[in-house]
């Protein structure tokens, strides 16, 4: 008798992983990201040399050892022992967004080689945690003498000088007249797992549009519709890359819903005459 079981697709498998905030497994729904590039990518294999590296660095540390030495440890270990960087040469490469291939090339970029060091020092019992500051995502650990800020794509440690001189070039569009120095904190706090994946997608969805590669980009977009399903800007978005895919009635769908809920929008007048063009053609 033959089984109806089917194999869930790589969206449903990620609506799974995402669908509640508690517990959500970051480095596993981060991995699922390349599903889209390679349905055949083995998670658990992936997963498991994760484990093994978490595996090496834990032997090299006493069970009683400060967090000061656990992370001094843990970033010998990543950055200089292992090499894992910053893929200064090619930027731009998808594959630095996806964890499997940041395994084996040890380059990415920051958000990245963020989720993988954050899962080893996690491991280790470090209070870290990711921070999404503006144009660089950045590391923090919180230990007794105080919170350590790290760059993981150079592995350097931040002071708050350097932080400000981060933030200078967003001053104006995200401070306007607050004082830099007192809103600096604002940007400094933890970001959650469903908001480290959806900067992830958001980098992804940005290349994909700068190269016209439309079917990626609408995968990376179903990917954050089902990841945020209430980010009403993401199904404008999503409607106008099917319009461009001859996706008419779902297109339709899409841009309807972005006007229910924006239709006050600076945009909505031209999002309006995009729909009424589109259902014109389907008559």
């Given at each position: 008798m033959k089984s109806n079981y089917a194999s869930p697709t790589p969206l449903s498998y990620f609506a799974w992983l995402v669908q509640a905030d508690d517990n959500l497994p970051l480095l596993e729904a981060a991995i699922s990201l390349a599903q889209d590039e390679d349905a055949d990518l083995d998670l658990q294999a992936v997963l498991s040399e994760v484990?093994?590296?978490?595996?090496?660095?834990?032997?090299?540390?006493?069970?009683?050892?400060?967090?000061?030495?656990?992370?001094?440890?843990?970033?010998q270990y990543f950055f200089n022992e292992l090499g894992f960087a910053g893929n200064i040469n090619n930027y731009h490469d998808p594959d630095n967004s996806f964890v499997h291939r940041v395994l084996q090339t040890r380059r990415g970029i920051p958000i990245s080689l963020a989720v993988v060091w954050l899962e080893l020092a996690q491991g280790l019992g470090l209070a870290a945690r990711g921070v999404s500051f503006p144009g660089h995502f950045l590391v923090r650990v919180t230990?007794?003498?105080?919170?350590?800020?790290?760059?993981?794509?150079?592995?350097?440690s931040l002071s708050r000088e350097e932080?400000?001189?981060?933030?200078?070039?967003?001053?104006?569009?995200?401070?306007?007249?607050?004082?830099?120095?007192?809103?600096?904190?604002?940007?400094?706090?933890?970001?959650?797992?469903?908001?480290?994946?959806?900067r992830m997608l958001r980098n992804l969805k940005e290349l994909y549009?700068?190269?016209?590669?439309?079917?990626?980009?609408?995968?990376?977009?179903?990917?954050?519709?089902?990841?945020?399903?209430?980010l009403w800007t993401e199904y404008r978005d999503r409607g106008l890359t099917r319009a461009a895919l001859g996706q008419g009635q779902l297109a339709v769908q899409d841009l309807e819903t972005y006007l229910a809920h924006e239709g006050q929008a600076g945009d909505g007048v031209a999002i309006a005459e995009r729909l009424h063009a589109l259902k014109q053609a389907r008559q």
């Open positions: 484990d093994r590296l978490l595996a090496a660095v834990r032997g090299r540390i006493p069970a009683d050892a400060p967090g000061v030495y656990k992370l001094r440890v843990l970033n230990l007794s003498q105080g919170q350590v800020l790290i760059d993981p794509f150079s592995g350097e932080l400000m001189d981060r933030l200078e070039p967003f001053r104006e569009q995200l401070l306007g007249s607050k004082d830099a120095q007192h809103a600096l904190g604002q940007f400094l706090h933890p970001a959650s797992s469903r908001e480290i994946i959806a549009r700068s190269q016209t590669d439309l079917n990626r980009l609408l995968r990376v977009q179903d990917r954050l519709l089902v990841l945020q399903p209430e």
